[in-house]
């Protein structure tokens, strides 16, 4: 009998079970099993669209919880500064897209995609941007 498990698996197949799931998801999830785990989730392919939305999900009482919500400050505070280089879309929506922007800055971000945020929210945000024109 062959005593085969998730760790003997190569980077590349690792990778590619971690591109099908949410970043927020690998995030809480994987990098706490080992330092490989964990450096494989901080990996260039995998943080290039990020997803930071507060998708539903279920805890064992039957409650709805966010993982983003839960996880935010320690994904802002930790995470998003380490890999804020290699992130090149992003979407977040109106409970994570201030805690993200403000977490760093993004040099090769070319997509940023805003869902669910109310009209009002996002007036006020952009009401608030001071723009800077050069000459």
């Given at each position: ?11 590349e197949i690792l ?51 966010s993982p983003i ?66 000459y």
């Amino acid at each position: 009998m062959n005593d085969f498990n998730i760790l003997d698996l190569p980077d590349e197949i690792l990778l590619m079970i971690f591109n099908k799931l949410n970043t927020i998801d690998v995030f809480r999830s994987v990098q706490y099993v080992n330092r490989r785990f964990y450096e494989l989730s901080l990996d260039g392919c995998q943080v290039q669209d990020m997803q930071m939305t507060t998708m539903m999900g279920v805890d064992t009482h039957y409650k709805q919880i966010s993982p983003i919500d839960t996880n935010l400050p320690r994904i802002c505070g930790n995470i998003l500064p380490k890999i804020h280089d290699k992130v090149q879309k992003l979407t977040v929506d109106q409970s994570s897209m201030i805690p993200v922007l403000h977490a760093a800055d993004y040099p090769q971000l070319y997509s940023l995609t805003i869902i669910d945020i109310e009209e009002e929210f996002l007036h006020d945000c952009l009401s608030s941007i001071v723009f800077l024109f050069y000459y």
